[in-house]
């Protein structure tokens, strides 16, 4: 599409803009196709729908001629132009319309914050440890006697309580005077004494030993101790790929996204019939301080979202429009499965799969640089 000029008013991390002039020929095009389309609701005395003197019909449609035309034509416009620049919005652009004339033509700006340029950096540097998995016995008969407290009745408990073994030691601190002493004779501290007897009296059907339990328990430890692990790893790396790598952040995605942050504060609060400021202020803050806070957390998940996806971009891991409907497809609540047939909905899913794939990535670039020299070695003496 020809017949526009522009020129680029101003280019900062905040705010692209651009100032263009659409000839009135291009116009004038685009309002005789917009006029085809809304003259058919016009109706005049002796003529069919649509048809009649157009000067007649242009007085009947008003200003919405006009609006129409360049709703129509201004984003197509603006879209070519940011191709042709080859700019990324990340915001919707803003419109201003200047002037409207036959000699000077449509004038009009249009502004949008960019995706920030981003330089990745070396990835090959990350060092992170990742810890093991370490689920001691205690931590298994812990979780058992909790269960055991929370699920049976005191009259049951009492049959497998044993008195807790206490140290002879007695800190001068901690010594009590005579009077409160005899009160206490009676006050002793018990314990769970575990047993198959026990776990029967839990109701398991698959589970009727002590035995049979401990190891249950412990695998679910062990799966929820790796999946906290292998969060925190990931954690660490992708602070770190932050770190390494060099980039601004709009200050209208950290406007935006500290302002959901505390609509969806105050939303829960309400859903409470809590007040926002009456809590805070048991909390021993205030909004200003929690605002504080909500800004730096959007500054961290911002950072991360453009690195993660910069990283996927860079790699070729992009999702097509095939993978997001395969995702959808996975969903098997009919209903939530609906909600997701809109635009919206597919970005966020393309979003979510963008990020989890620059995630794995990133975890390639370091555990491949993490290999230990003798499995490194080996693997050269196979190679040759």
Do not use: C
């Not at 007085?59 to 919405?64: A, D, F, M, Q, T």
């Not at 794939?357 to 040759?384: A, C, D, H, Y």
């Amino acid at each position: 599409m020809k017949g526009f000029s522009y020129k680029k008013v101003s280019d900062s991390p905040d705010f692209v803009e651009y100032s263009v002039t659409i000839d009135w020929d291009l116009f004038e095009r685009e309002k005789d196709r917009v006029f085809e389309t809304l003259a058919e609701e016009v109706t005049l005395p002796g003529f069919r729908p649509g048809k009649g003197p157009r000067n007649v019909i242009e007085e009947k449609l008003g200003v919405k001629l006009l609006t129409e035309t360049l709703n129509n034509l201004v984003p197509k416009v603006t879209y070519e132009i940011i191709v042709s620049e080859k700019k990324n919005p990340i915001t919707t652009p803003e419109y201003d319309i200047k002037e409207i004339d036959k000699t000077k033509g449509v004038v009009y700006t249009f502004k949008f914050t960019n995706y920030p340029e981003i330089e990745l950096g070396d990835f090959t540097k990350i060092k992170v440890e990742k810890k093991k998995v370490d689920v001691t016995d205690e931590d298994v008969e812990g979780v058992i006697k909790n269960i055991a407290q929370t699920t049976l009745t005191p009259e049951k408990l009492k049959k497998f309580q044993k008195p807790k073994k206490t140290s002879n030691k007695i800190k001068s601190s901690e010594k009590k005077s005579k009077k409160s002493k005899k009160s206490d004779d009676t006050e002793k501290e018990y314990d769970l004494e575990l047993s198959d007897e026990l776990v029967s009296e839990l109701g398991y059907e698959e589970h009727k030993t002590l035995e049979s339990l401990k190891k249950a328990v412990r695998q679910k430890l062990e799966e929820l101790q790796q999946e906290q692990i292998e969060n925190d790893y990931i954690g660490q790396i992708v602070e770190k790929a932050i770190e390494l790598s060099k980039f601004n952040i709009p200050k209208v995605l950290l406007e935006k996204e500290s302002e959901n942050m505390e609509r969806d504060f105050t939303e829960r609060l309400k859903q409470l019939n809590l007040d926002a400021e009456d809590y805070l202020k048991s909390q021993g803050t205030n909004l200003e301080e929690r605002r504080k806070l909500w800004q730096k957390e959007a500054e961290r998940k911002i950072a991360s979202d453009l690195v993660l996806i910069k990283i996927a971009s860079e790699h070729k891991l992009l999702p097509s429009d095939e993978d997001v409907d395969s995702e959808i497809e996975k969903i098997e609540d009919e209903q939530v499965r609906k909600n997701y047939q809109n635009e919206e909905a597919k970005n966020y899913i393309r979003s979510v799969l963008t990020k989890q794939r620059g995630i794995k990535k990133l975890k390639e670039i370091v555990e491949q640089n993490t290999k230990k020299p003798n499995q490194s070695k080996s693997s050269k003496k196979q190679g040759s």
